[in-house]
C-alpha cells in the first residue's frame, strides 16, 4: 500500500509517531503535576478486575479487526493489480489528460487517442495501443 487517503504511507508514520511521542510526553507531564490522578487510577486497575480485562480484550479485537480489515484491502489491491500487470503485458509509457483538465473531463479526447496511433502506427518499437478509463474512488 504506497497511499492511505492520498498521504504517503512513509509521510504518514512519520507524522504519527511524532504525535504518539508528544502525546505520551504530555501525559507524562500531566501525571507528574498531579500524582492523585496517577494513584487513582492505578488503583483500579486491581480493584475492578473485569472491567480491566474487557477493556483490554475490547481494545485487543478492534486492533484486530482493523488490522485484518486492511490486510485484506491491501490484498485485494495487490491481486487486482498484479491480474490487470498480467492481462495487459508491460507497458512503457502512459498519456493522461493536462492538469489543467482536472476540474473538469478527465478523459483524452478520441481524436487524441486516433493521432497517437496514426503517429505511432509505423513504429516497430510499439506492440499496441489502448485507451485505459480509469476513475479514484473516494477515500483513497
Do not use: C, H
Amino acid at each position: 500500500m504506497e497511499k492511505l487517503f492520498g498521504v504517503e504511507m512513509n509521510v504518514l508514520a512519520i507524522w504519527l509517531s511524532s504525535l504518539m511521542v508528544l502525546i505520551f510526553l504530555v501525559s507524562v507531564l500531566l501525571a507528574s503535576r498531579n500524582r492523585i490522578l496517577v494513584k487513582l487510577a492505578l488503583r483500579n486497575i486491581p480493584r475492578r478486575k473485569a472491567q480491566t480485562a474487557l477493556i483490554i480484550v475490547g481494545l485487543m479485537l478492534s486492533t484486530t479487526i482493523i488490522m485484518a480489515a486492511l490486510a485484506i484491502g491491501d490484498s485485494i489491491n495487490g491481486g487486482i493489480r498484479l491480474g490487470a500487470l498480467y492481462s495487459l503485458g508491460g507497458t512503457d509509457i502512459r498519456l493522461s489528460s493536462s492538469v489543467s483538465s482536472r476540474f473538469g473531463d478527465n478523459y483524452l479526447d478520441d481524436s487524441m487517442v486516433d493521432r497517437v496511433r496514426s503517429e505511432l502506427d509505423g513504429d516497430q518499437r510499439i506492440d499496441g495501443i489502448m485507451p485505459l478509463v480509469r476513475e479514484q474512488i473516494p477515500g483513497r
